[in-house]
């Protein structure tokens, strides 16, 4: 009887023995595959919406954690995203190509890596009542804006395009601030016509079936076809840890791949991530949008020196910002993935 009770001990020893060894063997295994990810900020620009489906659909899929990273996605608070990647508070962010250029030129150190959408899709936008067909309609109308110096730029380069000459804007067209009013509201009182992002407040009008006449800024003229908005990171990062870099724009680049071809559950992933986000006009604009991440360029976020070069022209001559500064070193494409 001890002896059985022996070989049964014995026996179990044995088989626990076997089963800490197989364990311990995937274990090691686990690791081996699945190494400590690394952590990485990427601060927004504004609310998630659907510039930012592409980040969200990475996180969501897996793309970061392929890539051994652990990507916080924040929203900014009272600092925008240029100042904390230039900082280093944040790794990575979402600005756009007048920002990196503002900043590059006030000694920021940030890089725009890729570009989200290929071309500009900005325009002045005014309800159909307001008679606004072309910019020379903006004369004796009230524009709408949040008071920053490129809105008047904007203004004044398209008039010129339109044979009128203007020095000082208010001149011409009285400006108010909109505040926290949006275009429908605000257009409902004293504004006729104001900037929008068609991908959002456009596609808004559609869905509202309010009647609008639009004027794209890269048809009025094409000096204002620029990036926004974009993918940053800091000079530093580059520098010393560009593996990162690449893995975190390969991943992102995945992301919004699968939103141009999956348009439907990239808008709830979205959602998902972001629940206080109206679910229809999510839809409405991912669908619309998706045809815009790389619309006609080689590959997601590529960017042309011709764009960079133009822009930061325009921005000289307009006096938006106060030195020369060398555009090639404002962007990159070294990170993207081949095509």
């Known amino acids: 009887m001890k002896f059985t009770r022996k070989i049964q001990l014995i026996s179990l020893l044995l088989v626990i023995s076997l089963l800490l060894a197989a364990c311990a063997g995937e274990k090691e295994q686990e690791s081996k595959e699945n190494p400590e990810q690394k952590k990485v900020k990427l601060m927004l620009d504004w609310v998630p919406n659907t510039n930012h489906t592409g980040l969200y659909v990475a996180q969501e899929k897996g793309y970061f954690a392929d890539e051994g990273l652990d990507v916080e996605i924040a ?47 900005s325009g002045f936008m005014a309800p159909k009542n307001k008679g606004i067909k072309k910019p020379k309609d903006f004369i004796d109308k009230t524009y709408g804006g949040w008071g920053t110096p490129i809105e008047n730029a904007f203004i004044r380069t398209v008039l010129k395009m339109d044979g009128v000459q203007v020095e000082k804007v208010e001149d011409k067209v009285n400006i108010v601030n909109m505040g926290e009013a949006d275009f429908f509201t605000a257009t409902k009182r004293n504004v006729d016509f104001s900037w929008v992002y068609y991908g959002w407040t456009g596609v808004e009008a559609e869905l509202r079936d309010v009647s609008v006449d639009f004027l794209e800024l890269r048809e009025l003229d094409p000096v204002l076809d620029f990036y926004t908005p974009t993918l940053i990171t800091n000079e530093t990062l580059i520098k010393e840890d560009p593996k990162t870099v690449r893995k975190l724009v390969k991943a992102v680049s995945r992301g919004y791949q699968y939103a141009i071809k999956h348009p439907k559950e990239s808008a709830d992933i979205l959602l998902k991530a972001a629940p206080e986000t109206d679910k229809k006009l999510a839809h409405a604009s991912q669908k619309w949008i998706s045809k815009q991440y790389q619309a006609d360029a080689d590959r997601w976020g590529e960017q042309k020196k011709k764009t960079w070069i133009d822009f930061t022209d325009w921005m000289f001559q307009h006096k938006l910002i106060k030195k020369k500064i060398d555009p090639n070193q404002s962007f990159t494409n070294e990170f993207l993935p081949e095509k």
């Open 75 to 121: 929203t900014p608070a009272e600092t925008t995203a240029n100042q904390l990647v230039g900082a280093g508070k944040a790794d990575f962010g979402i600005s756009s190509q007048e920002y990196v250029t503002q900043a590059r030129a006030e000694g920021v150190p940030i890089v725009s890596v890729a570009a989200i959408l290929q071309h500009n899709t």
